[in-house]
């Protein structure tokens, strides 16, 4: 052990600059896996338009595009029973989602409450009440696979940063042990080998005398 621990660190194989290799690809993918997941959140804020919300029984003019589905999402302190109107589209443009799905920008929770797909291109009016004092907002129809896939993959960074950083950490670890070990057994003093030393031989044992 004593000879192990003589040996000098700057002499092992793989180098330590390796321990600073794990810390730097480790970051460099947890920061992917931020930079994805901030992604993902912000496409989805972004996608509705809280710029131009309106109060309920208010009308506000958008412009829908033909075959091009958009959300309309309602902000209200509970469950009020809401309604939409859009008088000028044909029926059967506006439909209730199958599932939920909410947003939080700021302060306020968006709820999407229901979805558009008009027949043809233009400038409609819509109107929207609730039972409760709500906030309406137009925006884009939630891609819930992008977003979920989005997160997911910057949760695969987070892992991939743990077990690439550990992997190196650990082989590099383990090898410089090995390393120090054949050092340590080529500097050890040589062991002595041949028969062993002899001594005189062994004289006559004393007795009493013989007469």
């Not at 412009?63 to 589209?89: D, L, N, W």
């Not at 892992?159 to 042990?177: D, E, F, H, S, Y």
Request: proline fraction near 9%.
């Amino acid at each position: 052990m004593a000879i192990q621990n003589r040996v000098p660190a700057k002499d092992l194989r793989p180098r330590r600059v390796w321990y600073l290799v794990a810390a730097v690809v480790g970051l460099l993918l947890a920061g992917a896996g931020i930079a994805l997941v901030v992604a993902a959140v912000k496409d989805t804020v972004r996608s509705i338009d809280t710029d131009r919300s309106f109060s309920g029984g208010e009308s506000r003019t958008f412009e829908f595009v033909a075959g091009e589905t958009k959300a309309i999402y309602v902000s209200q302190s509970g469950q009020g029973h809401v309604e939409c109107r859009i008088p000028e589209m044909r029926t059967g443009s506006m439909t209730e989602p199958d599932s939920t799905f909410t947003v939080t920008v700021g302060s306020r929770t968006w709820e999407r409450v229901f979805e558009v797909k008009p027949g043809s291109s233009g400038d409609y009016a819509l109107t929207c009440t609730s039972e409760l004092p709500a906030e309406f907002a137009l925006g884009d129809k939630p891609q819930v696979g992008a977003t979920i896939g989005g997160i997911a993959a910057g949760i695969g960074c987070f892992v991939a940063a743990v077990l690439v950083a550990a992997a190196i950490t650990v082989v590099t670890a383990v090898r410089r042990g090995r390393h120090r070990r054949r050092l340590a057994a080529a500097w050890a003093p040589p062991v002595p080998w041949g028969p062993p030393p002899t001594g005189p031989a062994p004289g006559p044992a004393s007795g009493p005398p013989s007469w």
